[in-house]
């Protein structure tokens, strides 16, 4: 089997004014699709984060990819790191999201490589990873503060016709009323029995308020976790960290650096979880030195890809880290490859995060992936299980180029609402 | 696919008089053959070393191997480790060799699903790994002191028609030049580019000498090994130790425990292995805190398998490890098992080694596999690419129920020889 053709796409899909600490959603989330035709008739499928970097490299890495044997994924990944040298560490940027664009590339190359060598084998991804360990993969309820607001075409307007999960989509959510009358509409909707607030929005009194006003709507049998997105001081995650002793599963990335969070684990009980401070291979010795956190937080698009992500869930098994999924805005390709990561993954220790909820649409055959009891059932045909819908993806294609937006860049959304607001590394 | 049978098939084969830290081979070493056929006619290979105690788990584990899926190796696993616990560090053991049983039936159990998974899609064994990164697996001579002597059959007689290699493989080692002489037949026929000698036999300054006397003889081109199996103390692995520097590629398991391997390690100016210290994943936190290594010998039959070793690859290139690999006695299945993951390991630092030269028997098709050029070249065919020759397994059973040996005792052997002699943890 040979590549013969890779094809680069990229997309826009709709999304909701989503508060962060980096700022504010656009009104479209951007991805990119990733196909790889065979000499024998195949064509596997992957989507990255999409941005101008991230699709340049992906564009000069053609002339790699292309002739190569998709079954040797040894081969295809040094000569990659020959061609491109690696991502340094620095290259993750300052923001929440990983901005390392060589990482993506081999993600996007390894999950489409994996695609190929199940659908050539009639043999799920995850059978390739190792084997599925459970065929109904947990995700949690990712709630958001929000101005109110659909996004996509209608950006802040709504539609007054919506009802349920799409109404409550489209709702403002700015104090701790707004995120629990969220979460009861998207538990209503998707049975999710984990949830999950994205902070680093608010000063820290109001997420802990709004965390403890969670604990009490959904009772102590619901794990809770909030991300400030290391917007925190030491000293503030300390104090904070104590509040929310006993009320949160795990608090995600308080503050910066492995010395921080080893800092503020040492003063608090309660498992400190990280997509920020632990968030590569090279990572791991300081992670080990440090004592950094409890949990790692692995997305196959950070980490270099599903096999990547599985080894890492080896050193976490070894090391006595939990292991939990971190995710960026993704429709239905890289729904697909987490859930095939969280069927195969054998010490998978707490329920993934997906964005999925916030999209209302997608580019794979036979609409949106279904969440029922917060569990994505594993697609059942071979690969990834999951096909592209030409149509829904030349749309969604169309969208990318009529919204002019050329990556993520959440501060200018927010100095549209907020004239002057700048990102801050820290801010209380 | 599911596993119909499990087949289970004691062997001897013929192994000459060598010496070591535990004593004396007998005159033949056991493996256990294993083979898994599954409901679509395809049978599963693998080889581990034969006991009692390991035969026994091999039998024990049948009723909960068949009606398995052999691709699904993740439940396999987990159904193994809830039906027997999984094995203690102790129970490894103070002999040279790994004597935990459950890990060794993880492991036939893993090359044989993965022989049936690469003949199910014509597909070698090292791309199910993840890909060939080389297609000749460089190994390294494996000298050893031993008394006159063919093994087998003629046990201490010999041959006196045997010429070249057959000839030295029968010839006594008891000094440098009889190891000089053993490593230039040994060389002549096999072309290896590396030399190991296995030390533990004689006092220190003897074995250093060798070492010398086989730098004088190949000079400094061909990397060379000394593993005295941790019979040394702390104070003469760093007496002697300073002798090898620059002498040695490096210096394997000169003493016990991680925290002696790290004392040596920081008064002395040569990189240390170990296949003693640091023997399984649960070891790997303690090898980290304590420096007690530079290169980890994996062997996939006493780290769990094939995959299993492909993770302890990548902790190494994540933690600064170099990787070799340990060998005890084997035949071709366990060769081919051998190289596939060598061919398939990107981080392999060393030529690997193997006790395969000592042995003239086999019971694989084809007879012996060919090393050339120091190198295996990867079967050509699906899976391990070994198919058993019927006739040759029957009569290594035959050998096996003839020779009356049900484990390997080698103290049993040195003292038919030197009445009275006993194994010691630590000699010098």
Redesign the interface.
């Known amino acids: 089997m040979k590549i013969t053709a890779m094809r680069i796409t990229p997309i826009a899909l709709g999304d909701p004014p989503l508060l962060n600490a980096a700022g504010l959603h656009a009104p479209y989330c951007l991805r990119t699709v990733i196909e790889l035709e065979t000499d024998n008739g195949l064509t596997g499928l992957a989507e990255v984060p999409g941005s101008s970097a991230i699709n340049a490299k992906l564009e000069a890495a053609r002339s790699v990819v292309q002739g190569r044997?998709p079954?040797?994924?040894?081969?295809?990944r040094?000569t990659l790191r020959a061609h491109f040298g690696t991502d340094s560490a620095a290259a993750r940027g300052d923001k929440p999201w990983d901005q390392r664009a060589l990482v993506q590339v081999e993600s996007a190359l390894d999950v489409a490589c994996l695609d190929l060598a199940g659908k050539?084998?009639g043999?799920p991804v995850a059978?390739l990873l190792?084997?599925?360990?459970r065929e109904r993969v947990p995700y949690s309820a990712y709630l958001f503060y929000k101005y109110e607001g659909a996004g996509g075409e209608l950006a802040f307007g709504t539609d007054p016709q919506a009802k349920g999960w799409d109404a409550a989509r489209q709702a403002a959510a700015l104090d701790p009323e707004g995120i629990v009358a969220q979460a009861k509409a998207m538990v209503a909707e998707f049975g999710f029995q984990s949830i999950k607030l994205k902070g680093g929005c608010f000063e820290p009194a109001q997420e802990v308020a709004a965390m403890k006003a969670l604990r009490q709507a959904f009772g102590p049998d619901v794990p809770l976790r909030l991300d400030p997105n290391a917007l925190w001081t030491v000293e503030t995650s300390v104090k904070w960290g104590r509040e929310l002793e006993g009320v949160l599963e795990y608090l995600e990335d308080p503050c910066r650096t492995q010395e921080g969070m080893a800092a503020v684990r040492r003063a608090v009980k309660l498992p400190l979880a990280t997509n920020m401070c632990t968030t590569s291979?090279?990572d791991?010795?300081g992670s080990?030195n440090t004592g950094s956190e409890d949990v790692i937080l692995t997305d196959h698009h950070f980490w270099g890809g599903l096999?990547a992500s599985m080894?890492l869930a080896?050193?976490c098994?070894?090391?006595?880290r939990g292991v939990s999924m971190h995710s960026n805005n993704h429709g239905g390709i890289s729904l697909a490859a987490m859930t095939h990561l969280g069927a195969?993954m054998?010490n998978l220790s707490y329920a993934l995060d997906t964005h999925y909820p916030w999209q209302w649409e997608d580019v794979i055959v036979g609409g949106r992936m279904k969440i029922e009891d917060g569990c994505v059932t594993l697609p059942s045909g071979p690969g990834l299980g999951v096909e592209l819908d030409r149509p829904a993806l030349a749309r969604a294609h169309e969208n990318f180029q009529r919204c002019g937006l050329t990556e993520r860049n959440d501060e200018i959304e927010m100095q549209k609402k907020i004239p002057g607001w700048k990102f801050a590394q820290t801010r209380w």
């Open positions: 044997d079954l040797n994924w040894h081969a295809l040094s050539a084998f043999l059978t190792g084997g599925i360990v291979f090279a791991l010795p080990i096999r080894e080896a050193h098994r070894n090391f006595e195969a054998p």
